[in-house]
């Protein structure tokens, strides 16, 4: 379920930032409120994500870049948005950093800053 909620939040996020995009600078009280109701339910979903145990780097980095890559594609195809392979390559770093916290992610042996790592310092 934990995965459920991140896409959901992912997709919630994707929701708010297209609707910013026709909110006018929030003069447009539709868009405005789609963009307020997408960001919130993506916090809430979110810490929802958090509350069931996935580390907040690991899930923020998952939700930023999906985040990211969808704003850009639904941009591209949808709202004539220009698109580099400048930009492309950034896309790709950002989902590579985002796999890297990912298989980082495996048991805390020898991770730093751990309770588990003998090298903490003790009370």
Request: no cysteine.
């Amino acid at each position: 379920m934990t995965w459920v909620y991140l896409i959901a939040a992912v997709l919630s996020e994707v929701v708010g930032a297209v609707a910013t995009r026709f909110s006018h600078g929030f003069t447009a009280l539709l868009p405005t409120l789609v963009a307020l109701v997408g960001v919130l339910g993506a916090y809430y979903l979110l810490s929802l994500v958090l509350r069931r145990g996935m580390g907040i780097g690991v899930a923020y980095g998952i939700w930023a870049a999906l985040g990211v890559a969808a704003v850009a594609l639904i941009g591209v195809v949808l709202l004539e948005d220009r698109f580099t392979w400048l930009q492309g390559f950034g896309l790709v770093l950002t989902m590579s950093g985002v796999l890297a916290l990912e298989a980082g992610n495996g048991p805390a042996d020898g991770a730093v800053g751990t309770a588990e790592d003998s090298s903490a310092p003790t009370q």
